[in-house]
C-alpha cells in the first residue's frame, strides 16, 4: 500500500520561499512517476510539476518554472517541492501524487495514489 505524506506548508509573504517534502512508502513500482498538485478555492486541480524515474528532468507549469524545483531522493523515495519568489496567487492546497507510468502527465485522473495535502498560504 502506497501512502504519501506531505509537510512544510505554511503563511509566507509575497517574495518568500517554502520547501515541501512528500514522504512515500510503499512499493517503488507504485511511484515511478510522482509530482505535486495544488488546489485553490473554487478551483480545479492543477499541475504543479512532476518527474519520472526514467526521464529525471521535472516538467514544470509555466507560471512556476522559473521560481519552483522539484527533486527526488531516490534513496529514500522523498519527493521535494522548492518554490521561490511566492506570489499570492500560488496559495493553494498542495498535494503530492504518485503515478504507475512510465511519463509524465499533467492529468490528475492518472495518478493512482495522492496525499492528504498541506496548505501554502502567500500574503500580499
Known amino acids: 500500500q502506497v501512502q504519501l505524506v506531505e509537510s512544510g506548508g505554511g503563511l509566507v509573504q509575497a517574495g518568500g520561499s517554502l520547501t515541501l517534502t512528500c514522504k512515500v512508502s510503499?512499493?517503488?513500482?507504485?511511484?515511478?512517476?510522482m509530482g505535486w498538485f495544488r488546489q485553490a478555492p473554487g478551483r480545479e486541480r492543477e499541475f504543479v510539476g512532476a518527474v519520472s524515474r526514467a526521464e529525471g528532468s521535472p516538467t514544470y507549469r509555466p507560471s512556476v518554472k522559473e521560481r519552483f524545483t522539484i527533486s527526488r531522493d531516490s534513496a529514500d523515495d522523498t519527493l521535494y517541492l522548492r518554490m521561490n519568489s511566492l506570489k499570492p496567487e500560488d496559495t493553494a492546497v498542495y498535494y503530492c501524487?504518485?503515478?504507475?507510468?512510465?511519463?509524465?502527465?499533467?492529468?490528475?485522473?492518472?495518478?493512482?495514489?495522492w496525499g492528504q495535502g498541506t496548505q501554502v498560504t502567500v500574503s500580499s
Open positions: 501524487a504518485a503515478a504507475f507510468l512510465t511519463f509524465v502527465t499533467r492529468n490528475p485522473s492518472l495518478y493512482n495514489h
Open positions: 510503499g512499493p517503488t513500482t507504485h511511484t515511478n512517476v
